[in-house]
């Protein structure tokens, strides 16, 4: 909640000092690097990596979270939701279905990850 605050703030000065246009991208910097995130995760017995990054559509804020598993396969899970929390979780669940469709998986190992 703190980071969505601080990126309001931001928001808040950027729009009020439109001129300062150097000021505005460098906050807007800030705010992108605070609401970043990058990590792993275990994917039935393989390590992914997982990365948050935040968007602006309509002035409105979403995330947009990607999964991708090196040295096991090139599919990659996306999403994007309004939701900080659960973006990973159905970036997780886009990458279950591709890898179900293409045969990597089976139906009964991707069903805890589609839930």
Not at 24 to 29: S, V
Request: glycine residues 6%.
């Amino acid at each position: 909640m703190a980071r969505v605050s601080l990126l309001l703030i931001v928001l808040s000065i950027a729009l009020v000092a439109p001129s300062q246009g150097f000021l505005k991208d460098l906050l807007f910097g800030e705010a992108k690097k605070a609401l970043l995130e990058d990590g792993t995760t275990e994917i039935l017995d393989h390590v992914c990596n997982f990365r948050v990054m935040p968007r602006l559509r309509s002035w409105e804020l979403y995330f947009r979270g990607d999964v991708w598993c090196p040295g096991w396969t090139v599919i990659k899970g996306e999403s994007l939701t309004r939701s900080r929390t659960r973006v990973v979780n159905k970036a997780v669940a886009d990458f279950a279905q591709k890898a179900l469709a293409q045969g990597l998986i089976t139906q009964e190992d991707a069903q805890p990850l589609l839930e």
